[in-house]
């Protein structure tokens, strides 16, 4: 089964000035991992021409990268994200999308023009997503990168269809945790000693003066992940650092 990295990109002025709270992120999160699919990154970015095409660009350097654009495809002059997309993703050129052009048409009646018809000015050779509240449709490209509106009741309809029909779903990780009570600086040994395989996240605690630190280990196969788990555990009490296993495979 091919290894995907599944990126966000949020965009919104709105959300990096204090305007409005996003909520993208916790619905894509979300989605991603009820489904075994790794969420690589995210970006939250204002509504800037050159820093949505820098990170564009990262992405789409990324071989394996998937990237679900949230927002910036409307019709107002803050709304860029039709324009970059063509110029990073395809050939640098925009036009009428036939059949975007008639949803609009459909949906609005003579309300679509001046302003809206603009929403079908489309990069060229995409494949629209369906829009389930009032059919101005999203669009992706390759099917790979996939771009909806900012109105959460639009996008995450749209991009849990795509989740479903495009993406196969993965078995999730096998994982176990430790709760130690030391510093992160006493475990930073055993840490290193783990293989790439083992997906490792350590998260210290400070409550009371007291420190602490959650490990968290996961991996594919519940035979590697045993080892390993076992490997931490015995190197701990070497170490008489006191720990409790607080959800064993």
């Known amino acids: 089964m091919q290894t995907y990295n599944f990126y966000s990109v949020i965009i919104g002025t709105e959300l990096m000035n204090g305007r409005r709270g996003d909520k993208h992120f916790g619905f894509i999160n979300k989605a991603l991992r009820d489904r075994g699919l790794k969420h690589f ?6 509504d800037d021409v050159i820093l949505m095409e820098r990170v ?12 679900f654009c ?33 949803l609009i048409l459909d949906s609005f009646k003579e309300g ?12 060229m050779g995409v494949a629209l997503l369906e829009n389930v509240v009032n059919k101005v449709p999203g669009f992706s490209i390759e099917n790979r990168f996939f771009f909806g509106p900012g109105f959460p009741s639009m996008s995450w309809p749209m991009f849990s269809k795509v989740l479903e029909t495009k993406f196969e779903a993965k078995e999730p990780n096998f994982s176990c945790t430790f709760h130690v009570e030391t510093s992160e600086n006493d475990l930073i040994d055993i840490m290193e000693a783990l293989p790439e395989k083992i997906e490792l996240s350590s998260l210290p605690r400070i ?19 045993m080892t390993w788990c076992h490997f931490f555990q015995d190197e701990m009490k070497k170490l008489n650092i006191a720990f409790q296993r607080t959800d064993p495979i």
């Open 41 to 46: 990154a995210n970006f939250m970015i204002v």
């Open 56 to 67: 564009f660009e990262i992405i789409k350097n990324d071989p394996r990268s998937i990237m």
């Open 70 to 102: 949230f927002g910036g495809i409307g019709s107002t002059p803050d709304d860029y994200t039709r324009e970059i997309a063509a110029k990073v993703f395809t050939n640098g050129q925009t036009q009428i999308n036939p059949q975007a052009l008639q």
């Open 112 to 123: 679509a023009y001046p302003h809206r018809v603009k929403m079908a000015n489309l990069p």
């Open 207 to 225: 409550e009371n003066d007291k420190k602490s630190v959650e490990i968290y280990l996961a991996a594919q196969k519940k035979e590697t992940l």
